[in-house]
């Protein structure tokens, strides 16, 4: 039985009634491999993910390629080269009920680089028809208020709902096309944006 940590998402999933999902910036596809495995392969849920990575960037990453080959082997489709930003743009994606994203990265450290980010990845999600967004950002753990009273400043068309606070069930190294450090021991925060 998998840990509370996966029942956790997995019913909040459930409760938006979504039945088609894309995660997008997974980098090295770690999460979309072990959510499907150990939750949406349990019902009638279809899921896509999708990295910034191209697919000749991505199998130069030995973990990454076997990661995509089991994903293969499940028939969960893998979409390369797909900015998050950029959702309505990509004219091969289908509708999404809902769209994961953990550990998103800006390009840059200015301190409104992460609002800036979101508000153009939030309006994509918006024309796109995107019912609710599920964001796992872990720098919002220690100053959620800070954080959020900037990313409010750019966000109208969903407003904030639930907040599930987990310990990461996946071992992260690539998110959004870089490297990243061990974050095995520290808690996840996921929170919930749904269409005004």
């Given at each position: 039985?998998?840990?509370p ?5 997995h ?60 994903l ?14 950029r ?11 809902m769209?994961?994203?953990?550990y ?17 990845f ?31 400043l750019h966000l ?8 599930l ?12 096309g ?19």
């Amino acid at each position: 039985m998998p840990p509370p940590t996966y029942l956790t998402l997995h019913r909040f999933i459930q409760r938006q009634k979504a039945q088609r999902i894309l995660v997008v910036g997974d980098g090295d596809l770690a999460f979309t491999l072990i959510l499907y495995r150990n939750t949406l392969s349990r019902g009638r849920l279809s899921i896509d993910t999708s990295t910034v990575l191209s697919k000749e960037q991505h199998m130069r990453l030995r973990r990454a390629a076997r990661i995509y080959k089991k994903l293969q082997n499940l028939r969960v489709p893998v979409h390369f080269d797909l900015d998050a930003t950029r959702l309505d743009q990509t004219v091969m994606l289908p509708h999404y009920n809902m769209v994961i994203w953990c550990y998103p990265f800006p390009e840059s450290n200015q301190p409104d680089a992460l609002p800036t980010l979101l508000s153009r990845f939030f309006n994509a999600a918006y024309r796109k028809g995107v019912q609710t967004v599920l964001l796992g950002l872990k720098s919002l753990v220690d100053e959620p208020d800070h954080q959020f009273n900037r990313l409010h400043l750019h966000l109208t068309r969903y407003r904030l709902g639930e907040k599930l606070q987990l310990k990461p069930f996946w071992k992260p190294m690539h998110v959004s096309g870089r490297p990243l450090d061990n974050t095995t021991n520290r808690y996840i925060t996921f929170f919930a944006f749904h269409r005004v």
